[in-house]
Each structure stands twice: as structure tokens, then as C-alpha cells.
């Protein structure tokens, strides 16, 4: 990599801790972080374990890593959702209900291994449903339920990034996982959705979706209660939906969809720079701030960065280059201290890291101009 930004001063204070690397306990490639932080103080990291190879079909299984001490050290990787049939599991997510502490895991099967969901749904070659499962534990993910197929959730496609329970409003409680509805026997039609359960994870539904070309999603509570869904935008669709990084916010946590609004990924003031990638996004525990975190550059998954937004994310500004190389998927979690944990994939896929930005570095004035102009500088020179 040559003339690439430093990351930002807290982000340099506090180096990413390698936690899954590729080829190293028992899968050739790890993929698709989802990071959760309990009531306790413990960090929980999922990772989809790709077996023989890196593609996304294949046989595969989902890992753990654990901390204790706030991301310093992770346990070795261990397998807690296997595919016995050597088909694909795609795409696990994490959901804590911060009442109970219960874990949930949620993770998608594909019923035969030459269809990859989304080509087969838009080829309309579909093979038949895709089914999800859940478990659950109730002791920081050291055991586990058994998996169980969720009905009706047949062709409701998977989850990249880790869910939310409600704090506010005539929802409290309620647990959302945000989904993409792109598996095999969807007809071609793609689109975003939440998971919703109101009875602490003993049952889910589907809320209500959005347009076709909303794909991999997070979302976030905000102040009022309501809900924000950030999505990646179908390639090949951005133009009509409205730009690669999509954002919609639900009044009815999840039920419906009241505004729809989009950026075009090339940045500019208040926008992002966004490569046709996933992203992540969480709110801060008090107060209005989102943070929003994605590879920022144009065309290229690079620069790892974390954005925030005070106003509900219509506007965003740069806080923090968390890496300025190779990075791609992320997911975040609070603790109970206050820190901020990013996970992300790192170097081509080779890493799942983990950054904790604590508490005052998050509310340091980092979005100076020299970081802004640092930033500018790796989406102009990146190129390896």
C-alpha cells in the first residue's frame, strides 16, 4: 500500500487485536464479524467460517472468539453452529435482548451448494427455500440451544451485522435483526427488512420490507424510538433507489417504512464515500450520535473510518480512520463502560480485527480538517 492516511490519533492510540486470521483454527477464510458486548462486560465476535475456500458457497460453520478484558485477548476459535449436511451457512448475527441477557444467533442455510441466493434469485433458478435457524445462551455464549428452524422465515435471506433491542417507545423490548429478503426462491426480488420478536426471542416475524435492490443491513434505535436501517444498494440499482448507501426510518420500529433517502457513495459535505459494501451502525447509549462505520472511499474497499451523525443520519461527518488499508465488512458494539468496539474485516479477508475506542476518544473533535484532508488523500491514492 503506498500513499495511504494514517489512521486518526485515538484510532493509532488503540491498534486492532487480530482475532480470527485465515487458514488458522479450522477455516480457510473467516467473513461477516458480528459483535455483540454483554451486560457483563464481555465481548462476543461470530464469524462465518468458510471451510475449504473463500468463496461464498461451500461447506461452512459459525465461530467464537470471546473477551474479557475489553478486547485486549480473544480465546481461540471454536466452532458453535455447524453445517452437518456440507451445505452453505451464510451469514450469522448476533442479537442480545439487553433485559435478559440472553444471546441469540442467528444463522441461514442454503439447501444446496451450487446456488449462491442472491445470483439465483436473480437468475430465477431458485432450489429450493432457504431456511433460518436460531439459538440461544444464557452464559456469554460458553453453551448453547439447540438450533431451530424459524417457520415461515423459508425465504426471508440473512443478516450481516449484530441486532438491537429497543429502549424507548411503545416497542421497549422488542428485539430487531435487520435482514435481506435476497434467498434462493425470492423471485428475483431483493430487499431489506427487520426481524422482529416481542416476546424476548421466543418467536420472530418479519416487519415490513423496502424496495427491491436494498440488500445487506444494519440498524440502530434512535432518541424517539423510532428506527434507522442503513443498506447497501443493489449494484446495478443505486441510481434509482438513490445512491450505493441507503438509509430508512421506521416510526413503528420496523413495521413500516415512513422516509426513504440515499447518498451517491462519492462523499461531499455531510455525505459518504462508500464502495459497494456492507456497513455497519450503532447509537450512542444517550444523546442523538449514530455511528456509522464502512471501508470510505469511492471505488475501492479501503479506509475503514467511522462517521457520526447527530441529526438522525442525514448528515454525517468523518470522526476516525480506523484503518487506512484493506478493510471491507464491519459490526460495532458499546460496552457497558462506554468504549466503543469495531470488528472489521482486514487485508483482503486475511484478518477479522477488533479496535476499542474508549469513551473520551469518542468525544474528541478528531473531524478537523487535516483528518478530512487525510481521508481525501487515501481515497485519491489507494491502490493496492
Same mark, same amino acid.
Given at each position: 500500500?503506498?500513499?495511504?492516511?494514517?489512521?486518526?490519533?485515538?484510532?493509532?492510540?488503540?491498534?486492532?487485536?487480530?482475532?480470527?486470521?485465515?487458514?488458522?483454527?479450522?477455516?480457510?477464510?473467516?467473513?461477516?464479524?458480528?459483535?455483540?458486548?454483554?451486560?457483563?462486560?464481555?465481548?462476543?465476535?461470530?464469524?462465518?467460517?468458510?471451510?475449504?475456500?473463500?468463496?461464498?458457497? %461451500?461447506?461452512?460453520?459459525?465461530?467464537?472468539?470471546? $473477551?474479557? +478484558?475489553? !478486547?485486549? @485477548? =480473544?480465546? &481461540?476459535?471454536? *466452532?458453535?453452529?455447524?453445517?452437518?449436511?456440507?451445505?452453505?451457512?451464510?451469514?450469522?448475527?448476533?442479537?442480545?435482548?439487553?433485559?435478559?441477557?440472553?444471546?441469540?444467533?442467528?444463522?441461514?442455510?442454503?439447501?444446496?451448494?451450487?446456488?449462491?441466493?442472491?445470483?439465483?434469485?436473480?437468475?430465477?433458478?431458485?432450489?429450493?427455500?432457504?431456511?433460518?435457524?436460531?439459538?440461544?445462551?444464557?452464559?456469554?455464549?460458553?453453551?448453547?440451544?439447540?438450533?431451530?428452524?424459524?417457520?415461515?422465515?423459508?425465504?426471508?435471506?440473512?443478516?450481516?451485522?449484530?441486532?438491537?433491542?429497543?429502549?424507548?417507545?411503545?416497542?421497549?423490548?422488542?428485539?430487531?435483526?435487520?435482514?435481506?429478503?435476497?434467498?434462493?426462491?425470492?423471485? %428475483?426480488?431483493?430487499?431489506?427488512?427487520?426481524?422482529? $420478536?416481542? +416476546?424476548? !426471542?421466543? @418467536? =420472530?416475524? &418479519?416487519?415490513? *420490507?423496502?424496495?427491491?435492490?436494498?440488500?445487506?443491513?444494519?440498524?440502530?434505535?434512535?432518541?424517539?424510538?423510532?428506527?434507522?436501517?442503513?443498506?447497501?444498494?443493489?449494484?446495478?440499482?443505486?441510481?434509482?433507489?438513490?445512491?450505493?448507501?441507503?438509509?430508512?426510518?421506521?416510526?413503528?420500529?420496523?413495521?413500516?417504512?415512513?422516509?426513504?433517502?440515499?447518498?451517491?457513495?462519492?462523499?461531499?459535505?455531510?455525505?459518504?464515500?462508500?464502495?459497494?459494501?456492507?456497513?455497519?451502525?450503532?447509537?450512542?447509549?444517550?444523546?442523538?450520535?449514530?455511528?456509522?462505520?464502512?471501508?470510505?472511499?469511492?471505488?475501492?474497499?479501503?479506509?475503514?473510518?467511522?462517521?457520526?451523525?447527530?441529526?438522525?443520519?442525514?448528515?454525517?461527518?468523518?470522526?476516525?480512520?480506523?484503518?487506512?488499508?484493506? $478493510?471491507?465488512?464491519?459490526?460495532?458494539?458499546?460496552?457497558?463502560?462506554?468504549?466503543?468496539?469495531?470488528?472489521?474485516?482486514?487485508?483482503?479477508?486475511?484478518?477479522?480485527?477488533?479496535?476499542?475506542?474508549?469513551?473520551?476518544?469518542?468525544?474528541?473533535?478528531?473531524?478537523?480538517?487535516?483528518?478530512?484532508?487525510?481521508?481525501?488523500?487515501?481515497?485519491?491514492?489507494?491502490?493496492?
Amino acid at each position: 500500500m503506498t500513499g495511504s492516511a494514517p489512521p486518526s490519533p485515538a484510532a493509532a492510540q488503540h491498534a486492532p487485536v487480530d482475532v480470527f486470521t485465515s487458514g488458522v483454527g479450522g477455516a480457510h477464510t473467516y467473513r461477516l464479524p458480528s459483535l455483540i458486548a454483554t451486560p457483563r462486560g464481555a465481548l462476543l465476535l461470530f464469524a462465518h467460517g468458510r471451510l475449504a475456500s473463500a468463496r461464498d458457497v %461451500g461447506a461452512s460453520a459459525v465461530f467464537l472468539s470471546t $473477551s474479557l +478484558d475489553g !478486547g485486549k @485477548t =480473544w480465546t &481461540a476459535a471454536r *466452532r458453535v453452529l455447524s453445517d452437518p449436511s456440507n451445505r452453505t451457512m451464510i451469514a450469522q448475527q448476533a442479537v442480545l435482548d439487553q433485559r435478559s441477557g440472553r444471546v441469540f444467533l442467528l444463522a441461514n442455510q442454503v439447501p444446496c451448494s451450487r446456488c449462491h441466493g442472491l445470483r439465483a434469485a436473480l437468475r430465477r433458478r431458485p432450489c429450493g427455500p432457504c431456511t433460518t435457524f436460531v439459538m440461544s445462551s444464557d452464559d456469554e455464549g460458553r453453551s448453547w440451544s439447540e438450533a431451530v428452524a424459524l417457520p415461515g422465515e423459508g425465504t426471508l435471506g440473512s443478516g450481516v451485522t449484530s441486532g438491537v433491542t429497543l429502549r424507548r417507545g411503545r416497542h421497549a423490548g422488542r428485539l430487531l435483526a435487520a435482514r435481506r429478503a435476497d434467498c434462493c426462491d425470492c423471485a %428475483g426480488s431483493p430487499q431489506s427488512y427487520a426481524l422482529l $420478536s416481542d +416476546d424476548r !426471542g421466543r @418467536t =420472530w416475524r &418479519a416487519g415490513g *420490507r423496502l424496495p427491491v435492490g436494498w440488500t445487506e443491513s444494519a440498524i440502530a434505535e434512535l432518541p424517539n424510538g423510532s428506527v434507522l436501517l442503513t443498506a447497501r444498494a443493489l449494484r446495478g440499482r443505486a441510481a434509482r433507489l438513490g445512491g450505493r448507501r441507503l438509509f430508512a426510518r421506521s416510526d413503528d420500529a420496523g413495521e413500516t417504512w415512513a422516509r426513504t433517502w440515499g447518498f451517491s457513495g462519492g462523499g461531499g459535505e455531510g455525505g459518504l464515500r462508500d464502495p459497494d459494501c456492507a456497513a455497519s451502525m450503532i447509537s450512542a447509549e444517550q444523546g442523538p450520535r449514530l455511528w456509522f462505520a464502512n471501508p470510505a472511499h469511492a471505488t475501492r474497499r479501503c479506509n475503514l473510518s467511522l462517521h457520526a451523525s447527530d441529526d438522525g443520519g442525514a448528515r454525517w461527518q468523518l470522526a476516525h480512520v480506523i484503518h487506512p488499508g484493506r $478493510s471491507a465488512y464491519s459490526d460495532m458494539a458499546l460496552t457497558p463502560s462506554g468504549d466503543l468496539a469495531i470488528a472489521f474485516e482486514r487485508g483482503n479477508h486475511r484478518f477479522i480485527s477488533v479496535t476499542v475506542l474508549p469513551r473520551p476518544a469518542l468525544a474528541s473533535k478528531e473531524q478537523d480538517s487535516d483528518l478530512r484532508g487525510n481521508a481525501a488523500n487515501t481515497a485519491t491514492k489507494f491502490r493496492r
